[in-house]
């Protein structure tokens, strides 16, 4: 007479505490539903520069860019695009900032590399002698090393401020050259290296100042590993066009910047 409660009892417990365990296991709807609000910030190498086309701005905004690409492949509330070619860290914090809110959940930015003048760098080492090229290599990572970090800093806080509910993501430059054997009129060897040294320099003093704001550093250089300008398979443009020289192409956006993001973010 005593089983069939005893019974029930149990299997009514056994009952409650399955329920508890699918509770504490599975994610909330709320968190899993949670929408996400995405902005991308930045500079040539968030706008798409290399990969076109190109929108009608003046910022060569491309649709393959790494943030787009992100965007599309994941379940985004809205996406904000403000990133512009040539930026420096003055117009992310003049011109950039707006598009940014305390409903914003995640921003991307890439930035940096125009501060420390690398445009002009590659030219000194594209088609100056070996000591100019030196000297202005040299001359980028004194200002990375001692003027830059202020900026970043500077920056990355005006993010936080704008949009304090938001993940930040700081992204940096990948090595632009391959070292091996390149063709007659390719640089040389020893130019490439000091190159790579200089970026080295950037993503080592970006990637400390992002942490530092307690922003996740995603370096990009393992992600084009053996992809650079005089590799087999490059993703990085060589001499194709004032503007597109040395930025990603349309391969370097999707399978470079594109996994690397999704390295952090799933």
């Known amino acids: 007479m005593t089983r069939r409660p005893l019974a029930r009892a149990l299997a009514g417990f056994l009952a409650a505490a399955a329920t508890v365990l699918a509770a504490a296991l599975a994610p909330s709807a709320a968190h899993a539903a949670a929408p996400v609000h995405y902005v991308a910030l930045g500079d040539s190498y ?16 491309s649709q393959k860019s790494y943030a787009p690409l992100w965007a599309a492949s994941h379940s985004v509330a809205s996406f904000a695009f403000p990133a512009c070619g040539g930026a420096v860290t003055s117009d992310v914090l003049g011109k950039q900032l707006s598009s940014l809110s305390s409903t914003t959940t995640l921003a991307t930015i890439t930035i940096g590399g125009n501060d420390a003048g690398f445009a002009d760098v590659m030219i000194s080492c594209r088609f100056g002698s070996l000591s100019t090229c030196t000297n202005a290599v040299n001359g980028a990572k004194t200002f990375a090393t ?5 900026r970043l800093d500077q920056t990355y806080a005006a993010i ?58 995603v370096d990009t250089r393992s992600f084009f590993a053996g992809h650079g300008v005089c590799g087999a398979t490059p993703w990085i443009l060589d001499v194709s066009g004032v503007i597109e020289a040395y930025h990603p192409n349309a391969n370097g956006y999707r399978y470079g910047f594109l996994p690397a993001l999704n390295s952090v973010t799933g």
Do not use: H, Q, W
């Open 160 to 217: 936080r401020d704008r949009a304090p509910n938001a993940r930040l993501i700081v992204l940096g430059y990948p090595r632009l050259f391959e070292t091996g054997s390149c063709g007659l009129l390719a640089m040389s060897t020893t130019k490439r290296a000091l190159l790579n040294e200089a970026a080295d320099t950037l993503a080592s003093v970006t990637s400390a100042r992002a942490r530092a704001a307690g922003a996740t550093f």
């Open 46 to 61: 968030s706008s798409g520069v290399g990969a076109g086309p190109y929108d009608l701005s003046t910022c060569l905004r």
């Open 146 to 150: 001692s003027t830059l970090p202020a």
